[in-house]
């Protein structure tokens, strides 16, 4: 069974997902200069939407704080005409999940005990493993997988969350060739279903010229700029690199 098979899982295909919006945002750590300073950007809820930057510009610190993680020095992040901060870490986690780009590696629970913790449905849990995984993962415990497969039951465990939106810090990071486009195939696949996926990444070459790319946006300079989804990897990296 293939990731298009979720439907069956989920029962029907989500719908008007909210645009994640930011105001006025600042992010970083107190006492400091801001990392990112002021962004006024919006992420559509439809189709795949990717930041890029060198390191140190601050992808992980804007996912991080869109998921809650970090708060925010000044400004808000909302979904739905609701702003984030202001939630719980129980009910944001209802709207938004969040994926790290290093999976779990010392963890003793087994497979299905980590996607229980998203799901109590078993059978909801098995099906999305074979949609998206490997059944025979089941049992195994979580640090026996390779980065590769630990990283998928990561996702599957988003995934399981329901939410409207889903958001990944370097997903791709520490996979090999074949994982990362594996990895790749179901974020689009499940921003095709309309799921709302953002992904701060390095990784960009297996995206140019998708269907299912919505935006893609660059830091520099503490601002998040939009770049064309038209253009191809190399002048998004020409971008990146480019003098002011």
Known sequence: MGFSDQNKIFGI??????????ENLSAGY???????????????????????????????????????????????????GTTLHT??????????AFVSSVPPRTSELRVHEVLALASEDEEKRR??????????????????????????????????????????DEPTAFLDVPARAALWRELMNAASKGVGV?????????????????SIAMIRNRKLTPLSVEASAADWTNALVSEL
């Not at 060198?54 to 704080?65: F, H, M, W």
């Not at 195994?140 to 399981?160: C, H, K, N, P, T």
């Not at 953002?198 to 919505?214: K, M, N, R």
Request: glycine letters at 10%; a neutral charge; proline letters at 2%.
């Open 198 to 214: 953002l992904v701060a990444t390095h990784d960009y070459g297996e995206i140019q010229g998708h269907a299912d790319l919505s």
């Open 13 to 22: 295909m989500k719908a008007n997902v909210s645009s994640l919006i930011l």
């Open 87 to 96: 939630l719980d870490s129980s009910e944001r986690a209802k709207r938004i």
């Open 127 to 168: 099906s999305m493993l074979t949609a998206t995984g490997d059944p025979s993962w089941w049992n195994r415990r979580l640090q026996e997988l390779s980065d590769g497969e630990a990283q998928r039951v990561m996702f599957i465990r988003a995934l399981l969350q329901g939410t409207d939106w889903i958001l990944l």
């Open 30 to 80: 107190r006492g400091r200069t801001p990392i990112l300073d002021e962004l006024n950007h919006r992420f559509s809820s439809h189709g795949l939407n990717v930041v890029i930057g060198r390191n140190g510009a601050g992808k992980s610190t804007l996912v991080r704080t869109l998921a809650g993680l970090q708060t925010p020095l000044s400004g808000e992040v909302q979904l739905d």
